[in-house]
């Protein structure tokens, strides 16, 4: 259930070689899983593609300082993570910078076409959320991470998860409810 | 279970399954040592590392400058986000981390731009520094166009003989034949061998434009009778044997005035991309971006390649204002072979002001080969009114995500995602632009 969902599977051995061949290694296995994560995250393909690169590349200049190269895929789950976040950020400042850019990437027309009027509206309302509701429903709910493996990917503690993910039920509740009224 | 975490997993599924197995990309790492920022030696990029985890920029496979503790620069993760633009990384940064080449080779005028003769200059990418200077091989000649390698060191340069206009205002009309010389550089960036080829276009004939192939071997040239009805022959030229391929068509090679850069390779040399106009009938006719499958054994141009996209102008209705999309001028393949890039213009026009131009949005825009569509938009530059500010691409990274290129106001500068760092070179005059010689500012 969680591999066909997430695509990521646990780090193999990879850890154990050579640098580039591993991050390689890492990435063939691992990319799918997360430049989806990305997308869920962001709605823009190239962005989410963009995203998952710099992880790759940040993991690959920092992999000797690595304490534990097991750890490979969780910390580059991390920097996708912090990553996505980055964007949405720099969207953000954009939007109120520059008026003009109201045409914000979103969804690609090619997404818009795949994904149905249902799922859209659910998407567009988790967009509604702050960041860090978002991030703890795509990891418990997309990913199927429990509330550790979701602590310790957001860097937050299990408790922080719990009522994040209370409050982000509700409030997606509440704006679907709007949305539907 | 509840219901909302239902949606919320079909929702996210849905979304995330629009990515399908085989579309993710090859991962391109930094060419840099591992261990930090500190490492502080000249260093040469194995080759074979290169190829493990794929090779980023085919000159990176040589020797490149001293590291510094610059941080290797990021592709820009807002690719596709037009938005204001953001100061980039330092050029420094960019070369050693080999992201781009080291040198460029310029065309520049000794007078009045585009009214005297040119010679080529070499420049260092970092400091804009002068290493060497091409002048003409012949009395009264005058260096016309530069084509580089995917090597950053062997050029080719085109030398015709210089005239000196009749009209008061600048043209880029040459005389006589095209000789072409190979230039060599060495790992410093200066000459190491110049040398005429045994290629030439003889004055009977226009050249549109012409190009190096990346392994440096083979010459493309795009010719035309200069009467007779409208037919170009695309030339592909062995340099060591010259033996010639020939495709042939009906119609026009779109490029720049002189012999501009309209051609350019895959890094595998198996595709050719250039601009083509089947007719010159109605107010915008038909041009479109096409890829020329090298593979095949010559013949009718139009059989063997294939339209990728259109790049007329397209009116797009959005609300109560036109966009126009004008993406002229010698696009480009990206070397990986993924994307055409194109130096679009986007003018929101407002209708109820009696359909004058308002808000100019520049850019440059990327169209997947395999698809035809807008895949990212590199840069975003917004000019109140808008009007025709020419730009033009230069070189491309592998995959495209990293461009160096002429943008609205006449810098030249490496474009990565929002994020610009100018050369260190004046502004290419407007006139340059305005006649199309853009494509001479600089080949890497």
């Known amino acids: ?181 | 279970m509840n219901l909302i975490e239902d949606r919320i997993r079909a929702a996210a599924r849905a979304a995330a399954e629009t990515v399908a197995p085989d579309s993710v990309p090859s991962l391109e790492l930094p060419a840099e040592h591992p261990r930090g920022y500190g490492w502080r030696q000249r260093w040469l990029v194995p080759a074979a590392a290169a190829a493990a985890v794929v090779i980023v920029i085919a000159v990176t496979a040589v020797t490149v400058g001293p590291a510094t503790r610059t941080r290797a620069p990021a592709i820009a993760p807002a690719a596709t986000a037009p938005g204001p633009m953001l100061p980039g990384p330092s050029l420094a940064s960019y070369v050693s981390s080999g992201m781009i080449p080291p040198y460029f080779v310029a065309v520049a005028f000794t007078g009045t731009a585009a009214q005297s003769p040119a010679v080529a200059i070499v420049h260092d990418t970092v400091s804009g520094h002068a290493l060497a200077t091409i002048k003409p091989s012949i009395r009264g000649g005058t260096i016309v166009g530069v084509s580089a390698a995917g090597d950053d060191r062997t050029f080719v340069l085109d030398e015709q003989t210089w005239v000196k206009s009749k009209y008061p205002f600048p043209t880029a009309g040459y005389s006589g034949p095209h000789s072409f010389y190979l230039l060599r550089l060495s790992s410093a960036g200066r000459v190491s061998s110049l040398g005429r080829l045994r290629v030439t276009v003889p004055a009977t004939q226009v050249l549109r434009a012409f190009a190096l192939s990346p392994d440096g071997q083979r010459l493309a040239l795009a010719v035309a009778s200069k009467k007779g009805p409208a037919r170009t022959n695309l030339e592909v030229v062995t340099l060591s044997t010259g033996s010639t391929r020939v495709w042939s068509a009906a119609g026009i090679f779109r490029s720049g005035a002189a012999d501009s850069r309209g051609l350019s390779w895959t890094a595998d040399g198996r595709e050719l991309a250039f601009e083509w106009q089947a007719n010159n009938v109605g107010e915008f006719p038909g041009v479109e971006a096409r890829l020329l499958n090298l593979t095949s054994a010559g013949g009718d141009l139009l059989a063997a390649s294939r339209r990728v996209i259109a790049t007329n102008r397209q009116f797009k209705p959005s609300g109560s204002t036109f966009q126009v999309t004008d993406a002229e001028n010698e696009p480009v393949v990206t070397p990986d072979g993924s994307a055409i890039v194109t130096n679009s213009v986007y003018f929101q026009v407002k209708t109820k002001d009696s359909g004058k131009a308002w808000n100019g949005r520049y850019g440059f825009a990327e169209y997947s080969t395999r698809t035809g569509k807008l895949i990212r938009i590199l840069g975003y530059w917004t000019i109140k009114p808008a009007g025709y500010f020419f730009t033009q691409v230069l070189w491309s990274s592998p995959s495209g995500r990293v461009l160096i290129a002429v943008i609205p106001d006449g810098r030249m500068g490496v474009i990565n995602g929002n994020e610009f760092t100018p050369l260190n070179m004046p502004p290419v005059p407007g006139v340059i632009m305005d006649i199309g010689l853009g494509a001479q500012a600089g080949a890497w």
């Open chain 1, 1 to 181: 259930m969680r591999a066909n969902a997430t695509g990521l599977p646990a780090p193999g051995p990879a850890a154990a070689a050579a640098p580039a061949e591993a991050v390689t290694t890492l990435y063939q296995a691992h990319a799918l899983g997360l430049i989806r994560l990305a997308v869920v995250m962001l709605g823009d393909r190239p962005a989410a593609e963009d995203v998952v690169q710099e992880a790759f590349c940040g993991l690959y200049r920092r992999w000797h300082s690595l304490a534990d190269t097991g750890k490979a895929l969780a910390y580059v789950r991390s920097s996708v993570i912090n990553g996505c976040r980055t964007v949405l950020r720099r969207r953000l400042r954009q939007r109120s910078v520059d008026p003009l850019t109201g045409d914000q990437p979103g969804e690609s027309a090619e997404a818009v076409a795949l994904v149905s009027e249902e799922h859209r509206q659910v998407l567009a309302a988790m967009r509604r959320l702050p960041s860090r509701q978002r991030e703890v429903l795509v990891l418990r709910f997309y990913l199927d991470l429990d509330e550790a493996e979701t602590a310790a990917s957001m860097r937050i503690s299990r408790g922080t998860v719990k009522s994040t993910t209370s409050r982000a039920l509700a409030a997606l509740g509440r704006i679907l409810g709007e949305q539907q009224s």
